[in-house]
């Protein structure tokens, strides 16, 4: 399994390497470069850690970077999605020492059932599990691109890796029905959404909810699809991610409102590896995430949870529709003299070989792994020679015609940007002055007094050992 996710982070590392060459210049882009490179050695830190304290330290160490990847462009977004991940570390730790202290042991792997809630709950905040997904739209839509395409590509996955090692969790309802929402919820405010990332974001929540309903059905198949998706959704999503980035760059705009432009003759290459991820996410034959997604549905099948099915088959035609409005906005609505915005400033852009380069490494292992999908359930020891199966070509192919006739049918209501509300996404607005309240108090507290510090140690430390005390007897 760590294997598995090492590589998926080390295509995606090398992909971005390669885009940063193109993105950046000068001094910026050293600075990303050096940034890539150690966000990908944490994360190879954190899927080989052998206990819970470790693998919390690295993951730790990505959410670092990646704060410091974000605040180039948005400080306050940043410091959401820091103050949310180390929230996130500090209920998974909890939950370790819990585990440490009734089983002696805190190694990566499964957790006592009144510990494992903490794991649990923390490794949803990484997951963006929907309640406390708040962080993740906005880190996406601030971030420079390149962020988001590792943030999405494989930082995130850090969650799904931490609750697949928490064990297997047979026929878990909770599982089951937090991936279904996901998978709907995702969907629903991907529509919504005008801004390009924040479109990709929200169908990071939903694709994530495909590998937690993976991995509530309990048995092999499960786990290898949700493992399999994982993959081929780091190398379609970051493909989808560039994509924006170098419509971004090329026309000073991710607003689909101004993007009905010419991007697809402007920038035809981009438009064809575009369409390569889109195809790939909705789940078209011969792609990576129709493979992915037919070993998901069957390991539903196979245990009889169609309710489930049904829900993933339904935002499999939310996702179609999604990447239609972002596909006919962003590149095709205005033909060849479409409305223009900042494409002089943006023209040099769009010759860069490097970025490309990046591009076609992800497209072309999306399309390897859609066209071959054996070597991949081969890997994971899993038998399983139907991918191309009628029905799983049928099933697929009526999900896209239906999305592409929906969105045929309500495009001109979709091109208004509508974004609707939902109560979770409003929460935020109203609590979160809290942990900001918090980081201020604290920060407060540092007063630089010897016996204050002292004060705080001698009364921690009775806490401490009046706790061990109650549990050790």
Not at 90 to 105: D, H, K, N, R, Y
Request: charged residues 10%; positive net charge.
């Amino acid at each position: 399994m760590s294997l598995f996710f090492a590589v998926s982070s080390t295509v995606l590392s090398v992909a971005v390497l390669f885009y940063n060459e193109w993105y950046f210049e000068g001094k910026e882009r050293r600075t990303f470069n050096f940034l890539t490179v150690g966000c990908w050695v944490a994360s190879i830190g954190a899927l080989f850690a052998q206990d819970w304290l470790v693998f919390v330290v690295f993951v730790e160490v990505v959410s670092l970077i990646l704060w410091r990847m974000i605040s180039f462009t948005d400080t306050k977004a940043a410091l959401i999605y820091l103050l949310a991940q180390l929230g996130a570390a500090g209920l998974i730790l909890i939950g370790a020492a819990g585990a440490s202290l009734e089983a002696g042991t805190m190694a990566v792997g499964p957790v006592p059932s009144e510990w494992r809630w903490f794991v649990l709950v923390g490794l949803g905040v990484k997951t963006a599990f929907p309640g406390v997904h708040f962080w993740l739209p906005k880190a996406h839509s601030a971030a420079p691109t390149p962020a988001s395409a590792l943030l999405s590509g494989f930082a995130v996955k850090l969650g799904i890796y931490g609750i697949a090692r928490l064990g297997t969790f047979a026929s878990s309802p909770e599982l089951l029905i937090i991936g279904s929402v996901m998978a709907i919820f995702g969907v629903l405010k991907a529509l919504m959404q005008h801004d390009a990332k924040r479109l990709l974001a929200y169908h990071t929540v939903s694709q994530l909810g495909y590998m937690v309903a993976a991995l509530g059905v309990g048995t092999l198949l499960g786990l290898a699809g949700a493992l399999y998706h994982a993959l081929a959704h780091a190398l379609f999503k970051g493909l989808l991610f560039l994509s924006v980035g170098r419509l971004e760059k090329f026309y000073g705009t991710k607003d689909l409102r101004l993007l009905r432009g010419s991007a697809a003759w402007d920038m035809p290459y981009t438009f064809v590896l575009f369409i390569v991820g889109a195809l790939a996410i909705s789940g078209f034959p011969g792609m990576s995430g129709f493979a992915s997604k037919v070993m998901i549905k069957e390991a539903l099948k196979e245990q009889g949870m169609y309710p489930v099915y049904w829900v993933l088959q339904a935002a499999g035609v939310g996702t179609v529709i999604s990447f239609c409005k972002l596909g006919y906005y962003g590149f095709l609505s205005g033909g060849k003299k479409g409305a223009i915005v900042g494409r002089k400033e943006g023209l040099a852009y769009s010759r860069g070989s490097f970025g490309f380069l990046g591009m076609v490494i992800l497209a072309a292992g999306t399309v390897f792994l859609g066209f071959d999908p054996e070597v991949t359930s081969g890997f994971l020891k899993i038998s399983m020679p139907g991918f191309f199966g009628w029905d799983n070509v049928f099933s697929s192919l009526l999900v896209v015609s239906l999305g592409v006739g929906i969105f045929y049918l309500v495009k001109d209501f979709l091109s208004s940007g509508f974004r609707g509300s939902v109560v979770l996404d409003g929460l935020w607005k109203k609590i979160q002055h809290v942990p900001l309240a918090v980081h201020f108090v604290i920060v407060k507290m540092h007063s630089g007094r010897l016996r204050f510090y002292l004060t705080v140690v001698v009364f921690a430390t009775l806490a401490i050992l009046l706790y061990l005390a109650k549990h050790w007897r």
